[in-house]
């Protein structure tokens, strides 16, 4: 079952008595506590009907002791219980969630990973309860989904925005709604977000950022590359190392995929290495000017200056210059 047809059921006043979501994705479980939370019960039913217990504290008997008692002044009641993954003995929760009981709406987040399907609690689960399994988007769906997001909130988002916000934030669905919401609160009577809101807003430069740097990289564009590295050098907080490094081993290793590739279409290689299309005639421009020993050499010097970065075999050389040093090698 989706997100969206649970909260609209719930909406509805339509319940099931066990309610399971787990998985990698934190967004979607977070978004579906904090519903069941604060607008399942009216305010003042919560009082004597609502239950919140978190796993690494929770008491299994506590929160079965919970799950069976009846609602007060309410037709149901509510009982959460967050962090699962944490919560000791929780295969001791499979004789309620056999025999639930109708008036209590119990909300399990199992977040970060999923139980064993070979379990016994698993079974159960698909029998008994509503499940939500939630995965990680890939890189390539980041743009679409978070133009999906302004536009729910009845707004629109610039292509340049999306590519430079995405860019930065990376594939944090939190994050990116948490920035789309302030940058809402910023338009100042406007309904689209540019370019120039992300940069004041966000507080990532249009010109000096890590999608600019790995553009340089495409192209071999070394005097724009060590301007950028500086800008970094100057203003830490805008490209830490920690994002730099993951970034463009990323990118490197799509490009590396691309020498397997024997499809000469755009779009079906893009979608076998999971990237946009939009962004495809960088990562085959890097595979021409490069070559398949450069992306290995930039993988392999990516791998080094990663271990550099955290103090194997570096005296600590400042971050910046780290960077300059491993761009102009890759390049060379």
Same mark, same amino acid.
């Given at each position: 079952?989706?997100?969206?047809?649970?909260?609209?059921?719930?909406?509805?006043?339509?319940?099931?008595?066990?309610?399971?979501?787990?998985?990698?994705?934190?967004?979607?479980?977070?978004?579906?506590?904090?519903?069941?939370?604060?607008?399942?019960?009216?305010?003042?039913?919560?009082?004597?009907?609502?239950?919140?217990?978190?796993?690494?504290?929770?008491?299994?008997?506590?929160?079965?002791?919970?799950?069976?008692?009846?609602?007060?002044?309410?037709?149901?009641?509510?009982?959460?219980?967050?962090?699962?993954?944490?919560?000791?003995?929780?295969?001791?929760?499979?004789?309620?969630?056999?025999?639930?009981?109708?008036?209590?709406?119990?909300?399990?987040?199992?977040?970060?990973?999923?139980?064993?399907?070979?379990?016994?609690?698993?079974?159960?689960?698909?029998?008994?309860?509503?499940?939500?399994?939630?995965?990680?988007?890939?890189?390539?769906?980041l743009p679409e989904w978070t133009v999906?997001?302004?536009?729910?909130?009845?707004?629109?988002?610039?292509?340049?925005?999306?590519?430079?916000?995405?860019?930065?934030?990376?594939?944090?669905l939190s994050r990116i709604n948490n &920035?789309?919401?302030? $940058? %809402? =609160?910023?338009?100042?009577?406007?309904? *689209?977000?540019? #370019?120039? @809101?992300?940069?004041?807003?966000?507080?990532?430069s249009k010109e000096y950022n890590v999608?600019?740097?790995?553009?340089?990289?495409?192209?071999?564009?070394?005097?724009?590359?060590?301007?950028?590295?500086?800008?970094?050098?100057?203003?830490?907080?805008?490209?830490?190392?920690?994002?730099?490094?993951?970034?463009?081993?990323?990118?490197?290793?799509?490009?590396?995929?691309?020498?397997?590739?024997?499809?000469?279409?755009?779009?079906?290689?893009?979608?076998?290495?999971?990237?946009?299309?939009?962004?495809?005639?960088?990562?085959?421009?890097?595979?021409?000017?490069?070559?398949?020993?450069?992306? &290995?050499?930039?993988? $392999? %010097? =990516?791998?080094?200056?990663?271990?550099? *970065?955290?103090? #194997?075999? @570096?005296?600590?050389?400042?971050?910046?210059?780290?960077?300059?040093?491993?761009?102009?090698?890759?390049?060379?």
């Amino acid at each position: 079952m989706s997100i969206e047809k649970i909260i609209t059921d719930w909406k509805q006043k339509k319940f099931e008595p066990v309610y399971w979501l787990e998985g990698e994705e934190n967004f979607y479980i977070d978004q579906l506590v904090e519903y069941a939370e604060h607008h399942i019960l009216a305010e003042s039913e919560a009082g004597f009907n609502l239950s919140v217990f978190y796993g690494k504290d929770a008491v299994w008997s506590d929160l079965i002791n919970a799950c069976r008692r009846y609602p007060v002044f309410s037709d149901k009641q509510v009982v959460i219980l967050k962090e699962a993954q944490q919560m000791k003995d929780i295969d001791k929760l499979e004789g309620y969630i056999e025999h639930p009981l109708p008036s209590t709406v119990l909300v399990v987040a199992h977040k970060e990973k999923k139980i064993d399907g070979r379990s016994k609690l698993s079974r159960l689960l698909k029998q008994h309860a509503v499940v939500l399994s939630t995965r990680k988007l890939f890189e390539n769906q980041l743009p679409e989904w978070t133009v999906n997001q302004v536009q729910k909130k009845g707004y629109s988002i610039t292509r340049e925005a999306v590519i430079l916000l995405v860019e930065h934030i990376g594939n944090d669905l939190s994050r990116i709604n948490n &920035e789309i919401n302030k $940058l %809402l =609160l910023n338009l100042a009577g406007r309904t *689209s977000i540019t #370019v120039e @809101d992300i940069e004041l807003y966000v507080g990532v430069s249009k010109e000096y950022n890590v999608f600019e740097l790995q553009e340089a990289l495409q192209r071999k564009d070394m005097a724009k590359a060590i301007r950028i590295i500086q800008y970094f050098g100057s203003n830490p907080k805008a490209a830490p190392l920690q994002m730099i490094l993951p970034s463009l081993y990323g990118f490197f290793s799509k490009v590396y995929q691309l020498f397997g590739i024997q499809s000469q279409d755009e779009k079906a290689a893009a979608a076998a290495i999971g990237v946009n299309p939009y962004f495809m005639k960088g990562y085959l421009l890097a595979k021409k000017n490069y070559g398949f020993a450069g992306v &290995e050499q930039a993988l $392999l %010097l =990516l791998h080094e200056y990663n271990l550099r *970065s955290v103090g #194997v075999h @570096d005296a600590g050389t400042e971050d910046a210059s780290l960077v300059k040093e491993m761009v102009w090698k890759i390049m060379q």
